[in-house]
């Protein structure tokens, strides 16, 4: 831990005065600097951020200028700062535990100081930068007590060169893009979504842009290189989404905090590993969170598009959910159209009466959406929330799904949090869909199970471009989207549903634990799970959707990954191959297994085709390795469960 602050004035000779400072901060473990630097030597300045990584004994900017500052509707906060002091260096360090997610318990230390501006008419700004082991974080404080404000810009912007290659996706208010790789002269100038990936240009580093901690105070933020190529700045949301309704521009009151800037930093593995975004986001204040069970869920939108509107469709995937001991089911747009031998009462009572828990869709309504899927408007006032809340816990509904949100303004932010918290009055769990990238908000409201913004299975239903395209698609996620939080992406489909995959067998069973989400959706219609072979049925009954830790073994970004999960003492693993041309084989180490215990080994991979499985039950401990062979646009699932002696 470092703090380094030189300060020297001099006099010229018409009396002008000259200040050069650096502020200097280390991570815990040595590997990650943050030096704040001023644009020019006189004593008011424009501030910038440059960040640099150690690899070996050699320590690499990665990030050469980070610009900061703020824009006010009364005054400016960019130009002209004058430093006024900096805290010495403190410690942080946080444990929580969390129901769900790629880790039960966090760990997390950092140093973190609070660097204090005023502008000329001697307003104050703090910035808190903070340097953990895996990235740097940093905010923007207000810490006057009074007065509301209109944000007119944020001006933190990260510059990185051309040759440092990227894998972003264009901005859609949904998040429902592919991403696509590029550097040097293949660079867009866009706006684009978070989470933004970029390696290094000498490849020894990755880094990971996103935000965290968003709260009613602020908007969502997006990235964009449209002024400058190689720089992206944090802009506001457009005016004309949700049809034009909120301000795009937030007013915020007095003391006021921003949401923490999130660069998450180091090796493939610890971006992957890592929970930053969680880590620096507000603890929940619930009080108990027995009520909260994560689970798999058998969903017949994929298969059926209006398949709720059907009582015997609903029947048939409540009888799926039995058979593979799925706890949950949805029951997806148009519920209330159902017909067919039965209406939402008669569903509800078979559903329950065979031991499954119902999940149920609503359309976020209001004028924002042009969607006029049924029921709309049930959730869009405390007034209708509570109606709507006080009859499904009566039904005994678990869950409420909710979609089609298409902004990230300010009212958009506290309409999502409006519903977290009064459906947590009714210990109700919720997800979104149609909506905004995780911002750590599940530490908040555990309540919060997942999030779709992620272009899913569902997109197999909307043109053929996702059969050629998800294979690739599918090995970026878990480098970025999926790296800051759940994931509905509603995996798992062995059938075809509009449009067909080219993914294999293999590849889809391996989404079920490659893709991190407490409510996992499989999506395939009853048949497809039925006719699998023992072995694949066995795998997906077994398999969780929460986890004690996540591991990645070996992957890059659009080409393989192969990532392990612990649940208690078992171990599960899933690898997946984009290759269009090359059959591989890969050769496992299981050195992350405890010492002095044996595990029976159940290994599902391709088998001779696409539409088939080998299998294989082997013994193994912490010294063996295991080899998988993978067909093109492949994949494979092990679990490695404890032999008790």
């Known amino acids: 831990m470092k703090l380094k602050i030189i300060l020297l004035l001099f006099a010229s000779f018409n009396i002008s005065h000259i200040w050069s400072q650096n502020i200097i901060l280390q991570s815990p473990n040595g590997k990650i600097r943050t030096v704040l630097h001023a644009v020019d030597s006189t004593i008011k300045s424009e501030w910038y951020l440059k960040i640099s990584y150690k690899t070996a004994d050699q320590m690499t900017e990665i990030l050469p200028k980070v610009n900061l500052g703020l824009s006010r509707s009364d005054q400016d906060f960019s130009k002209e700062l004058h430093f006024l002091k900096a805290t010495k260096p403190k410690p942080i360090i946080d444990r929580y535990e969390l129901p769900f997610g790629k880790k039960s318990v966090?760990?997390?230390?950092?140093?973190?100081?609070?660097?204090?501006?005023?502008?000329?008419?001697?307003?104050?700004?703090?910035?808190?930068i903070r340097a953990y082991n895996d990235g740097v974080t940093f905010r923007y404080e207000f810490p006057e007590k009074q007065g509301s404000y209109i944000i007119n810009e944020e001006f933190t912007a990260y510059q990185i060169p051309k040759e440092n290659k990227r894998w972003?996706?264009?901005?859609?208010?949904?998040?429902?893009?592919?991403?696509?790789?590029?550097?040097?002269?293949?660079?867009?100038?866009?706006?684009?979504?978070?989470?933004?990936?970029?390696?290094?240009?000498?490849?020894?580093?990755?880094?990971?842009?996103?935000?965290?901690?968003?709260?009613?105070?602020?908007?969502?933020?997006?990235?964009?290189?449209?002024?400058?190529?190689?720089?992206?700045?944090?802009?506001?949301?457009?005016?004309?989404?949700?049809?034009?309704?909120?301000?795009?521009?937030?007013?915020?009151?007095?003391?006021?905090k921003s949401p923490w800037r999130v660069i998450t930093i180091g090796s493939l593995a610890d971006i992957v590993e890592s929970t930053l975004v969680e880590d620096v986001s507000a603890p929940t204040a619930f009080k108990n969170t027995d009520w909260i069970k994560p689970g798999k869920v058998s969903w017949n939108y994929w298969s059926s598009n209006h398949g709720?509107?059907?009582?015997?469709?609903?029947?048939?995937?409540?009888?799926?959910?039995?058979?593979?001991?799925?706890p949950y089911t949805l029951l997806d747009w148009e519920w209330d159209a159902m017909s067919n031998g039965g209406n939402l009462e008669d569903a509800l009572k078979y559903i329950h009466s065979k031991g499954i828990r119902p999940l149920m869709w609503y359309n976020s309504g209001g004028d924002h959406t042009w969607v006029p899927s049924?029921?709309?408007?049930?959730?869009?006032?405390?007034?209708?929330?509570?109606?709507?809340?006080?009859?499904?816990k009566k039904?005994?509904?678990?869950?409420?799904?909710?979609?089609?949100?298409?902004?990230?303004?300010?009212?958009?932010?506290?309409?999502?949090?409006?519903?977290?918290?009064?459906?947590?009055?009714?210990?109700?769990?919720v997800?979104?869909?149609?909506?905004?990238?995780?911002?750590?908000?599940?530490?908040?409201?555990?309540?919060l199970m997942t999030y779709e913004a992620v272009r899913g299975a569902e997109w197999y239903n909307n043109g053929t471009e996702f059969?050629?395209?998800?294979?690739?698609?599918?090995?970026?996620?878990?480098?970025?989207?999926?790296?800051?939080?759940?994931?509905?992406?509603?995996?798992?489909?062995?059938?075809?549903?509009?449009?067909?995959?080219?993914?294999?067998?293999?590849?889809?069973?391996?989404?079920?634990?490659?893709?991190?989400?407490?409510?996992?959706?499989?999506?395939?219609?009853?048949?497809?799970?039925?006719?699998?072979?023992?072995?694949?049925k066995n795998f997906l009954k077994e398999v969780p959707t929460?986890?004690?830790?996540?591991?990645?073994?070996?992957?890059?970004?659009?080409?393989?990954?192969?990532?392990?999960?612990?649940?208690?003492?078992?171990?599960?693993?899933?690898?997946?191959?984009?290759?269009?041309?090359?059959?591989?084989t890969k050769e496992i180490k299981l050195d992350f297994l405890e010492e002095g215990i044996d595990y029976r080994v159940v290994v599902i991979a391709d088998g001779k085709h696409d539409k088939a499985f080998s299998s294989q039950v082997l013994e193994v401990n912490r010294d063996k390795t295991i080899e998988v062979k993978l067909l093109r646009r492949g994949g494979f699932v092990i679990s490695l469960i404890p032999i008790e002696k």
């Open 106 to 128: 966090r760990e997390n230390s950092a140093n973190e100081i609070t660097v204090s501006f005023e502008n000329p008419s001697k307003a104050k700004l703090n910035i808190i």
């Open 395 to 429: 039904l005994g509904v678990a869950g409420v799904k909710v979609d089609f949100f298409e902004s990230e303004k300010q009212d958009m932010i506290n309409y999502y949090l409006d519903i977290l918290e009064d459906a947590a009055q009714f210990e109700i769990m």
């Open 308 to 326: 709720t509107k059907d009582f015997k469709i609903v029947c048939e995937f409540t009888d799926l959910a039995v058979e593979m001991n799925w």
């Open 374 to 392: 049924t029921p709309k408007d049930r959730m869009l006032t405390h007034k209708n929330r509570v109606e709507e809340f006080t009859k499904l």
């Open 168 to 256: 972003l996706e264009k901005w859609n208010p949904a998040n429902e893009g592919l991403y696509a790789s590029s550097s040097d002269d293949k660079i867009l100038r866009q706006e684009w979504c978070y989470p933004a990936l970029f390696n290094s240009s000498d490849k020894s580093c990755w880094f990971l842009l996103h935000e965290a901690d968003l709260n009613r105070s602020y908007c969502g933020t997006k990235l964009s290189n449209i002024k400058e190529i190689d720089t992206y700045k944090l802009t506001f949301p457009d005016q004309q989404d949700a049809r034009g309704t909120g301000e795009s521009k937030p007013k915020t009151s007095l003391p006021w």
């Open 546 to 584: 929460t986890w004690d830790a996540t591991k990645l073994i070996d992957g890059y970004p659009g080409k393989d990954v192969i990532m392990a999960r612990r649940k208690g003492g078992s171990w599960y693993i899933g690898g997946i191959s984009a290759s269009e041309r090359e059959e591989l």
């Open 431 to 447: 997800y979104f869909h149609g909506c905004i990238v995780p911002r750590g908000w599940s530490r908040t409201y555990p309540n």
């Open 467 to 536: 059969s050629t395209t998800a294979p690739e698609h599918n090995t970026i996620l878990p480098f970025a989207r999926n790296v800051v939080g759940a994931m509905d992406y509603t995996p798992v489909t062995f059938t075809n549903s509009q449009f067909p995959h080219h993914t294999s067998y293999g590849h889809e069973l391996a989404l079920s634990v490659l893709f991190e989400s407490p409510f996992q959706h499989f999506a395939d219609r009853p048949e497809g799970y039925y006719q699998l072979p023992d072995e694949a």
